[in-house]
Each structure stands twice: as C-alpha cells, then as structure tokens.
C-alpha cells in the first residue's frame, strides 16, 4: 500500500537510515579506537551502499516532461559498497603506531552524516503529515 500511496519512497528511505545509521557506528568506532595502535579507520561509501541495498547500477535517468530536454543520466562517485578501510591520505598520515584515525575528520564525518540522518527522518516525518493532511 505505500507504494501506491507514496511511489515507493519509503523502501529506499528505510535503506537510507539503516545505512547512515550503520555509519554513525563505524565512525564513532574510528573515533573510539584513535589511541589503538595499528587500528585503521573505517568508511562506508553511502552512495555505494545505497545503491548496493536497491541494487542499481549506478546511472540514474533523469526524468524528462518535455521533449527538448537534454538526454543524460546521472552518475554518482564511484567507490566500493559497505565497509572498508579508508586510504591513509583520507584521514591524513598514519602515526608511527600505525593508526590512521584523524579525529578531527571524523567528528566532521559524523556530524554531516548526523544532519543528512536527521533530514532524512523530517522528510519521513512530512510525507506522513501530507497523508494526514489529505485524509482530514
């Protein structure tokens, strides 16, 4: 029924929070192993996982309502679905214990993926809000 009611957003939303939230702990595992020595820090690619848990390809068509719109698609950043340990140059050098945690970087990685999760539930919020509107 939410497909009909909602064109099929919610599947992807719901796909869109498990894996911000799925980040939010592999970043405050880099932030909590900063003093481990030989640990490397951790990444998730969210458009890769996103598009790994619908199973697109990764070009998206672009809607077109009038025939003098250009034909493209759009191609999200490439890199590798689900966890992976980041590039030293992302996090900066790697200590002479061989962490590769930079915490500095990493509260700006969570606090962005903070606002995107929290965007992302408000829209959840007002899609329900419009469906309240219509049935009052």
């Known amino acids: 029924m939410n497909d009909r009611i909602f064109g099929g957003i919610f599947p992807l939303l719901e796909k869109a929070l498990d894996i911000r939230s799925e980040r939010h702990q592999v ?72 962490n590769t945690v930079n915490a500095e970087k990493e509260m700006a990685r969570l606090a962005e993926n903070t606002v995107m999760y929290q965007a992302t539930v408000h829209f959840i919020s007002r899609q329900f809000a419009k469906l309240k509107n ?3």
């Open 27 to 98: 970043i405050t595992a880099n932030i909590a192993n900063q003093d481990t020595p030989h640990f490397k820090a951790k990444e998730i690619d969210f458009t890769q996982a996103l598009q790994a848990a619908t199973g697109t390809t990764g070009a998206l068509p672009l809607d077109t309502t009038n025939p003098s719109h250009l034909q493209t698609a759009f191609t999200p950043s490439s890199g590798s679905a689900g966890v992976s340990t980041a590039p030293p140059a992302q996090h900066g050098m790697v200590r002479l214990d061989g």
């Open 134 to 136: 219509a049935m009052q």
